[in-house]
């Protein structure tokens, strides 16, 4: 490392403008230094040149690399300043059926049982309609639709006294009761999806980034 210049900052630092070789090619640098001179001076920038040649290097390839030493830096620079290939390995897939459960969306119980009857009937309403002279005129249509109705069903039981005496009316005929005539249904289940087929997948090398050259950019002297 070549010292060019000394420029004092304060009673603790000066300024330093050094040149730094590296091969055939030269770069002036500057650093701050404590005061110092002579051979102090000197020991003290060559215990920091490649420190400082590191952040050259660094810039002129565009931020792209780093090396811990100058060797390392000469081989890169000689193998043609290349970015080596990042890829990803993407591990085989093994194919898989889908999984499906039965979930009970509606238990099952007892109601008490209808029987649905459908009935056709004809419903005349009036409209509105655009006949052949274009005048609006008023008409009645007539259709049929078909109706459906729920009912309740029941089934008579004997009553009793509460001593256990068959409830009679004034005729002697037993008093019949009422009571919903009842059914058990089941339980209502829905099939659902727990995990989705999967397709079997071969393992596959793919490139992140690809091998490239970084290409030398000039340095700027600072001095």
């Known amino acids: 490392m070549q010292i060019d210049k000394i420029t004092a900052i304060n009673d603790e630092l000066q300024l330093v403008n050094v040149t730094i070789s590296h091969g055939s090619d030269s770069y002036k ?50 193998d043609g300043c290349k970015i080596a290939e990042v890829s990803k390995e993407i591990p085989a897939v093994e194919a898989k ?26 419903v005349t309403s ?4 655009k006949n ?20 309740p069903q029941f089934e008579e039981v004997p009553l009793y006294h509460a001593n256990g005496q068959p409830k009679k009316d004034d005729d002697g005929n037993p ?3 009422k009571i919903p005539l009842m059914e058990e249904y089941e339980a209502v289940t829905e099939r659902r999806l727990v995990s989705a087929a999967v397709e079997a ?12 050259a970084i290409e030398k950019k000039a340095w700027v002297d600072s001095h």
């Open 97 to 122: 059926d889908a999984v499906y459960e039965d979930v009970e969306v509606s238990p099952a119980g007892e109601r008490q049982k209808v029987v649905v009857t459908e009935v056709e009937e004809e």
């Open 29 to 78: 640098y500057d650093m701050n230094t404590p005061v110092l001179e002579g051979d102090d001076l000197q020991a003290h920038c060559d215990a920091r040149e490649f420190k400082s040649l590191n952040n050259i290097l660094y810039q002129v390839y565009d931020r792209n690399i780093q090396f811990s030493n100058e060797e390392e830096w000469d081989e890169w620079i000689a």
């Open 201 to 212: 997948k071969d393992a596959e090398q793919i490139i992140i980034s690809p091998e490239k």
């Open 175 to 177: 008093v019949m009761h």
């Open 132 to 151: 052949s002279s274009g005048k609006y005129v008023e008409k009645e249509v007539t259709e049929t639709v078909t109706k459906s109705s729920e009912e």
């Open 126 to 129: 009036t409209v509105i309609e």
